[in-house]
């Protein structure tokens, strides 16, 4: 039997969690940024920031911003790319998609009124001259994680949203696909910022991956030390609730099997007692390891209902 966690717990959870994950040790600054036209009926904007990472630290990032052509202040979404051991795409994901996808998303989301940024994570894009095998190595011997460098840049996106005028800071919301929705649903545990999550083709639990070997199908930037002593998945995922979440799988998923599937959903329920309306699961029961088109409905119609 599984049960929710109490309010306190929670807390101590999420300050647990925000400490592992090095939220707070990054900052954000927007260096450059570049008209890029107006493809589609929307603006499209090339986004260069540093990250502020540690004194004497001012790495380049690049990024995508699109939105429509309304007057802000806009809605958001906030786009965590996806792995697909493709460290070439990184942010371009956003316009110009990847085969795990359905199609591109920025359009889609311009078009029904949202503004949506994407940026290269550490290893990826314009950053992939940095090993990921090297840097998550570097941080586990620091006691630290790759993913745990990810979510503290995340962080600081939202919390450049969250800034910026042009953008609703009552209605940021988060997209992500395999890698990208475990950093989405790991990051809107600890950012109240997140009004909205939607994860796509990740979600498992991470005791029963490792029980049934299935772990080893994820990269070494995603290991975490001590996680899953702290909590479950499914649990970390509770953390959202109330907020609205939307979770969608494929039943064939290797990295969502139905076991590891099965736990972090009745935990994950469990959190959202009292608040269901807010909680959406899809499970596509022919379905692998990709965003079909009725997930790509399903994720629109959440944002419309979520954040418009």
Known sequence: MHFSLAMSAQDDLRRALALRFGIGKCSLRLVEERDAGTPGG??????????????????????????????PPWPVVLVIHAHGNRHDIGARELMEGRPAISRPLGPDLTSRGFAALCLDLP????????????????????????????LAELSAQVAWLSQDPRFDPGRIGVYGLSMGATLGCWLAAVEPRVAALAQLCCFADIGQLIESGAHDLHGLYLTVPGLPALARNGQIAGLVAPRPQLVCVGALDPLTPPDALDVAI?????????????LDVLVEPETGHVETPAMRDRVMGFFDRTLN
């Open 42 to 71: 929307a603006g499209l904007r090339v986004m260069t920031y540093d990250t502020g990472a540690g004194p004497g630290i001012a790495e380049p990032v690049m990024g995508w911003l699109t939105h429509p052509l309304t007057p």
């Open 123 to 150: 290893c990826f894009g314009a950053r992939n001259g940095e090993s990921e095998s090297a840097a998550a190595k570097a941080a586990l011997w620091q006691g630290e994680s790759l993913a745990g460098r990810m």
């Open 266 to 278: 009745t935990d994950l329920r469990a959190a959202y007692a009292g608040s269901e309306h807010a």
